[in-house]
């Protein structure tokens, strides 16, 4: 099938009992059952739900995975991807992650014995030089905020050559646009509250895996601690991806408009998108996705300034999150990103004066309209 078909149809058969269309939001704690051992494989509504489960089956389909598991947040699904690594062993880290990821993996999961490391791993060659040996090689693509660029056949590459799994936050991109399985990827992470849900009104997560072994484990992981995604969530998610199709498009024609506004503005002093074709990793990101997306940073030199932007615009709302039809405005230092130190921060290049923004669905003049007024104020 194709994507479209796959986003409206895919793991939503017409309700048995009353040919709904739309999957129902099966609200239940429990099942009742036929007797000692005998059920209609439902028994607990942590172990099975048939909204979570369509949702799972939707998204396994859109990023061409054998299997996918929801939980309750992307973070919940980051963690439960990191319990395929065990004490003693090491996890590299492309630099520049999301502020929560790093957050979780040097704050809580390096307590546990798991060594983590953060490289640079925009050039494959050179961070294949510095990586040494790991059990798993974490990435982002583009990278949160600076959108950095990781060429994820050739890190599959490095990976397979170390027996580490490679997985990828895909949460920018979406399988809209990109599809890390496909170029060798072994389990893809999103927070299902961005561009999959699309609306701004559910936080959730998930992890697509590429094999069944696999599948299996996060499956037990799931059921075993518990992290789950409402069935009101499931099925607002579910409702999300019906649209993806064509939310996605729309998103990216507008950032088209948005960034080289930003980028030609005298009072901006760099535009960090991998659809500009001066950026460093232009043609890597062209090679492995089919659009450029909808997440744009820019700098403006100081906090100040930042300051004066976020605190004009009017139809851009300042906020966490991104990946919502309404455009969001956000300030990775005191943001996203606060949980890095000053020092670190400074090392990656997020500076006080940088904004992000994540481009919504609205007309694009009024858009370009609103950060030109704000503009003004810088």
């Known amino acids: 099938m194709g994507f479209a078909t796959d986003c409206i149809h895919a793991g939503q058969a017409p309700d048995p009992a009353t040919g709904a269309v739309t999957v129902p939001i099966y609200q239940t704690s429990t099942y009742v059952q036929e007797g000692l051992g005998r059920h209609k494989g439902y028994e607990y509504a942590r172990t099975h739900n048939l909204t979570r489960r369509s949702l799972e089956k939707n998204l396994a389909a859109l990023e061409g995975g054998a299997d996918a598991y929801c939980f309750a947040s992307g973070m919940a699904a980051t963690q ?17 992650v999301y502020g929560g990821t790093h957050r979780l993996f040097t704050k809580i999961l390096a307590g546990y014995g798991v060594e983590f490391a953060f490289l640079d791993a925009s050039h494959p060659e050179a961070f294949a030089a510095r990586a040494e040996r790991f059990d798993l090689l974490w990435i982002e693509t583009p990278t949160n905020p600076l959108m950095k660029i990781c060429d994820i056949a050739a890190l599959a590459g490095v990976a397979r050559a170390q027996g580490a799994l490679l997985v990828v936050d895909n949460t920018f991109m979406s399988p809209y646009f990109q599809k890390p399985l496909a170029l060798g990827a072994d389990i893809v992470v999103h927070s299902t509250t961005k561009f999959l849900n699309g609306h701004s009104d559910s936080v959730g997560g998930v992890a697509v ?37 064509m939310r996605m498009p729309r998103h990216e024609e507008n950032t088209c408009v948005v960034a080289p506004f930003l980028y030609q503005h005298p009072k901006v002093q760099a535009v960090y998108w991998p659809g500009l074709p001066g950026h460093p ?22 906090r100040d300034a930042a300051g004066r932007l976020l605190e004009s615009v009017r139809l851009c709302s300042l906020g966490e999150s991104l990946g919502g039809v309404e455009t969001l405005i956000s300030h990775p230092a005191t943001m996203t990103h606060a949980g890095y130190t000053q020092p670190e921060r400074d090392a990656l290049g997020i500076t006080d004066g940088l904004v992000r923004l994540s481009v919504g669905c609205e007309d694009a003049e009024d858009l370009v309209a609103d950060l030109e007024r704000a503009l003004r104020a810088v």
């Open 281 to 302: 990793n232009h043609a890597v990101h062209k090679k492995q996705a089919s659009g450029f997306g909808a997440l744009v940073s820019f700098d403006l030199g100081s």
């Open 80 to 96: 439960a991807v990191l319990t395929f690594v065990k004490a003693g062993q090491r996890v590299v880290v492309s630099d520049n």
């Open 209 to 245: 895996v590429a094999d069944e072994k696999h599948a299996e484990w996060l499956r037990f992981v799931q059921n075993a601690a518990g992290a789950i995604l409402s069935p009101f969530d499931s099925w607002l998610v579910l409702r999300g991806t019906k649209t993806l199709h």
